[in-house]
């Protein structure tokens, strides 16, 4: 089980709880929260995310990051036009809130 604020991740069963609450989520949009999860207020760049979603960090699909992160926001997120647990870092990447509440 990894724990972010009030996400909680459990790796073996890959479901994924909002505030006590199940939040579907795809293959890719769990790997994604999960590698942010481990390092909560870590800023991490579009590459890198991509790098631990797919082993490999190519410049042209850096962009399919944005849309899991939407996605993700989405579903994690009371308001996902003022996020409190995925933010973005301008000019940088994403980052998991250290204690989002």
Do not use: C, W
Not at 17 to 45: C, D, I, K, N, Y
């Amino acid at each position: 089980i990894v724990s972010a604020g009030d996400i909680v991740l459990d790796v073996p069963r890959m479901e994924a709880a909002v505030g006590g609450h199940p939040v579907a989520l795809t293959p890719s949009e769990f790997q994604l929260l999960l590698h942010m999860a481990r390092q909560p207020g870590r800023v991490f760049t579009r590459a890198q995310l991509l790098d631990a979603l797919h082993g490999v960090a190519v410049d042209s699909y850096e962009r399919a990051i944005d849309a899991h992160i939407k996605n993700l926001r989405r579903k994690i997120e009371t308001d996902p036009g003022a996020p409190r647990h995925l933010q973005t870092v301008f000019g940088v990447g994403y980052r998991l809130a250290e204690a989002a509440s």
